[in-house]
């Protein structure tokens, strides 16, 4: 009788741990992460992008590796081998510019900036034909309290590794891309779908305000090449202009779901104050503060699979249970961040994540800075690399537009448009001439922006110069995880490959930790 009565106290505590833990089965054991099975053609079992906002290449490592060291700030000290980068220390650039304002330092104190203009027309005037010498004519933005009285100039403005000391640090150990950039000119929402799809063509308008500026050439439908925002999200501010892809248009979410491998986009205020309850309107009101003081956690635009039917979670719903994270249920694979770092702890990180801080900390000018970004990038890859999955992921950092800050590196020019209200790349109405290009308004590629890989398995204090843009992140889903090419006019089929910036035969990176205040190594 005590047996039985053990027997079943056993019973109730093992359903009680599996309340409280829906990973660990009756058991008590860990269950298998999926991911971990799934067939690759690297070591590579799980990718993890952190999706930061609006820097170009020179505004963060214009000079690499050389810092001015200043006695107040974190110093820097390169490792004696370091590559040279392509950057302002080539060509004289730093004192001999061709644009109305030279190149300058901001320092530490001066980490909040204003927000330059990152339109899609101005960034293709700021390159005038490629001599790339009009940036603070048509990208440079002032501010009484954000300018440090350099008005319209600021845009020369760079940091060095002063101050975004943790990303010259990752450089240092693992491998950064001085040749990357984005697959088309143009802000925030058009950056975030081509890292996910490759492709902003195929959008409808659905409602709100006008389409100038948003989709190219102004009409119904076509190609985003503005903020636009995701039509039927709960937490869509008002007042903006709502566009929504064509149902049936991909992205790299359903090609994911096709194989059933585990994937999700985490975002920072995603998860809503006020929840959904049978159908009704979710609130998303959190907010934070940081070095710009407070704003808004969520930014709806800053989530491109919330553009997809076959993707979106209009409603914020959470995932059915932790358990669910990564595969599909009711919350779509769309999840607040808190919910990756649950996976990650539980030892079910998934195999595709994508990352996007509270907008707080997620470096777009006026309302984040550098340093907070710093604080937030360096917390979630010490944790990454402190859990058992550090050992087979890949890490890679990448941005979603240059915000107009000055880069002086001119892109290749992959894909043509003559948009007569919207491009002005090569003349007034044009970039390139090739008038049968498919679609319009996807000039690119766009502005040069920093790309980073972080892994057991990256090269070590390399720098990679083949031709990369923001689809090439798709690209190496489909190339790891042998999947079929997303095809209807993603620029995943021509992107260059991230490969080159691994070693799969050599010996392993060691482990970077560090701190996220200074971003010197702990």
Not at 172 to 201: C, E, K
Not at 347 to 373: I, N, T
Request: proline letters at 7%; one cysteine or more.
């Amino acid at each position: 009788m005590i047996r039985r009565h053990l027997r079943s106290m056993a019973t109730v505590l093992c359903a009680v741990c599996m309340t409280l833990n829906p990973f660990v089965d009756a058991w008590g054991a860990t269950q298998p992460n999926p991911a971990e099975s799934y067939p690759t053609t690297t070591p590579i079992k799980h990718l993890v992008v952190i999706f930061g906002e609006n820097v170009s290449f020179d505004h963060y490592f214009a000079t690499y590796p050389n810092a001015t060291n200043p006695a107040t700030e974190p110093g820097f000290t390169p490792l004696a081998n370091t590559p040279r980068a392509n950057n302002l220390l080539s060509g004289g650039l730093l004192t001999e510019n061709p644009n109305s304002v030279q190149p300058f330092r901001l320092d530490r104190t001066q980490a909040v900036t204003c927000d330059q203009n990152h339109s899609y027309t101005p960034e293709e005037q700021a390159f005038d034909m490629g001599a790339m010498d009009m940036f603070v004519q048509f990208t440079g933005t002032g501010g009484s309290t954000c300018d440090y009285g350099h008005g319209a100039g600021l845009v020369m403005g760079y940091y060095d590794g002063n101050t975004v000391t943790a990303l010259w640090n990752y450089a240092q150990h693992f491998a950064l891309s001085d040749n990357s950039y984005n697959t088309q000119f143009g802000p925030s929402a058009p950056g975030a779908i081509n890292v996910v799809s490759g492709n902003t063509s195929n959008v409808q308008y659905v409602s709100g305000g006008s389409t100038v500026g948003v989709i190219s050439g102004g009409g119904t439908s076509g190609t985003l090449l503005g903020d636009g925002r995701p039509a039927g999200d709960d937490c869509n501010p008002t007042g903006k202009t709502y566009v929504s892809f064509i149902p049936g248009t991909p992205n790299i979410g359903d090609t994911l779901n096709s194989a059933t491998y585990t994937w999700g986009w985490f975002q920072g205020g995603f998860g809503p104050t006020t929840p959904s309850v049978n159908g009704s309107t979710a609130i998303c009101a959190a907010a934070s503060v940081g070095l710009a003081g407070s704003t808004a956690d969520y930014v709806a635009h800053h989530e491109p699979f919330q553009f997809y039917p076959e993707t979106a979670n209009p409603h914020h719903l959470a995932p059915s249970s932790n358990a669910a994270i990564g595969t599909t249920d009711q919350a779509n694979h769309q999840y607040d961040l808190s919910a990756f770092f649950t996976a990650l702890d539980a030892g079910q990180l998934p195999a595709v994540s994508y990352l996007k801080a509270k907008a707080v900390y997620d470096a777009h000018p006026g309302y984040s800075d550098p340093l907070d970004e710093q604080t937030f990038v360096v917390n979630t890859i010490n944790a990454i690399m402190a859990n058992k999955y550090w050992k087979d992921t890949a890490i890679v950092i990448a941005y979603d537009d240059s915000d107009g800050w000055y880069d002086h590196q001119m892109d290749p020019l992959v894909n043509q448009s003559q948009s007569s209200i919207d491009d002005a790349l090569t003349g007034p109405g044009l970039c390139g001439s090739n008038t049968a290009a498919p679609t319009q308004g996807r000039c690119g590629y766009g502005p040069r922006t920093p790309l980073l890989v972080i892994s057991p398995y990256a090269k070590q204090n390399y720098i990679d110069h083949q031709i990369t843009d923001q689809s090439s992140i798709v690209q190496f889903i489909e190339t790891n995880w042998n999947l079929p090419a997303m095809g209807n006019g993603s620029s995943d089929v021509k992107a260059g490959s991230l490969l080159g910036m691994f070693n799969f035969t050599g010996k392993v990176a060691p482990k970077l930790l560090l701190d996220p205040t200074t971003g010197l190594v702990q």
